[in-house]
């Protein structure tokens, strides 16, 4: 965007002192910018052009000294009457055009240019001017036009002012050519410039304006996906937090469930054992060549398959149990009914809701016991009415339970 300035602490050589030289404050203004400020008049059914005043404040020795190489106009700041009013959209478009035609300028203040004749009083914009460009060493321009009156007032530690008088000095700044040229407002001042050359510079000037919108487009998105994705994996890791909770909660209920008593299914690498729920064990064994055991073996096939030795002994056993004394085969037949009754007496017993005890061994829990007696936990309410249990979780080892 062409040379930068760099004002102090070397102070211009050419310079022009417009009105007294104020002892507070030393103000410099760039020709272009005075140039600028002077010819630029409300058209367009406008009452009033407002825009910023842009450049940089040193210190020496106490004393503030403001150089200002740069005014750009903000577009939809004035109400009906002639008021200012900064809007957050007005901001936006004003720090975006600084970034790109003004670059490392800073806002000194700001600047009000009305018709010839307008009263421009400063009282009339004293609270936006505390409202928007609040703190000491802050500008406010006032002009009429090229032949109208110009005034600048600053705020400082004594109060609010009119400046005595200022400095204009004389540079080739290119950034303030730009935007003139830019804004057609003034023509540029050159000696070897023609209408080709403009419209190459502002041919690039609108190429660079939507590189730097689409550029902030897309820092935008960019900007609103991270933040989807971040509300994303924050609700998925909620979610799962909470599934793993109800999977703890329902993994204690179902190891509280299980009976103490309960055979583990072993899957061995020669055979299979599986727990029967009368305590007995069922070993079943791999045989070589693929032959598993059968559930029942016919006479004629246990011939085929039988060795010849397994035959014999076989019917050893059979002619023995023939041959077996009548006393010790009635002692047989007399236990078998003993137990085939005591077996039926239990059964009806049951059918009739006789209660027996069961005591209670370690690690066993109500639910377990339930379950394993009945196979469900519905008569756990009756178990606990029973023997007047409060809290079906608080049994002890060889507490003795009634059992419906």
């Not at 406010?140 to 600048?152: C, P």
């Not at 204009?168 to 003139?180: A, H």
């Not at 085969?329 to 007496?345: F, I, L």
Request: charged share 25%; glycine share 10%; hydrophobic share 35%.
């Amino acid at each position: 965007m062409g040379e930068l300035y760099n004002p102090f602490p070397k102070l211009p050589k050419n310079i022009r002192q417009i009105g007294e030289r104020d002892q507070i404050v030393k103000l410099y203004v760039e020709d272009y910018v005075n140039t600028y400020l002077k010819r630029l008049y409300p058209a367009g059914g406008q009452e009033l052009r407002v825009g910023l005043l842009l450049g940089g404040i040193e210190f020496n020795d106490g004393t503030p000294y403001i150089f200002i190489d740069g005014a750009l106009e903000m577009e939809d700041v004035t109400e009906a009457g002639g008021r200012g009013v900064f809007s957050e959209l007005s901001w936006k478009r004003a720090y975006r055009n600084m970034e790109q035609l003004f670059p490392k300028r800073t806002i000194q203040g700001w600047f009000l240019c009305g018709r010839p004749g307008d009263d421009l009083s400063p009282i009339n914009y004293w609270k936006q001017h505390v409202q928007y460009f609040g703190g000491p060493n802050r500008l406010m321009y006032l002009s009429n036009g090229a032949d109208g009156d110009e005034s600048i007032y600053i705020t400082s530690e004594d109060g609010f002012y009119k400046l005595r008088g200022y400095s204009i000095y004389y540079e080739r700044n290119q950034m303030m050519q730009d935007y003139m040229v830019l804004r057609k407002d003034v023509k540029r001042i050159e000696t070897d410039t023609n209408d080709k050359v403009i419209e190459e510079f502002r041919k690039r000037m609108d190429e660079h304006k939507v590189e730097v919108t689409d550029r902030h487009q897309t820092v935008g998105l960019l900007r609103g996906m991270c933040m989807a994705m971040s509300v994303v994996i924050l609700a998925g890791g909620i979610v799962m937090f909470n599934n793993y909770e109800r999977m703890r909660s329902m993994e204690s209920v179902i190891a509280s469930a299980i009976p103490a008593k309960a055979e583990q299914i072993l899957i061995g690498k020669k055979g299979t054992e599986k727990g029967i729920s009368g305590g007995s064990k069922v070993v079943v064994e791999e045989a070589e060549g693929g032959v598993y055991p059968t559930t029942a073996v016919s006479k004629e096939t246990m011939s085929e398959t039988m060795p010849a030795q397994s035959q014999a002994e076989t019917l050893a056993e059979s002619k023995a149990a023939e041959t077996m004394p009548q006393e010790t085969q009635a002692e047989t037949q007399a236990a078998t009914q003993a137990a085939t009754q005591a077996a039926v007496q239990e059964t009806e017993a049951a059918a009739n809701g006789s209660q027996r005890v069961h005591v209670v061994q370690e690690g066993e829990t109500l639910y377990g016991i339930c379950i394993a007696e009945y196979h469900t936990v519905n008569k756990l309410k009756e178990i606990c009415e029973l023997n007047g249990l409060d809290d079906e979780n608080k049994i002890v080892a060889g507490q003795k339970l009634l059992l419906p």
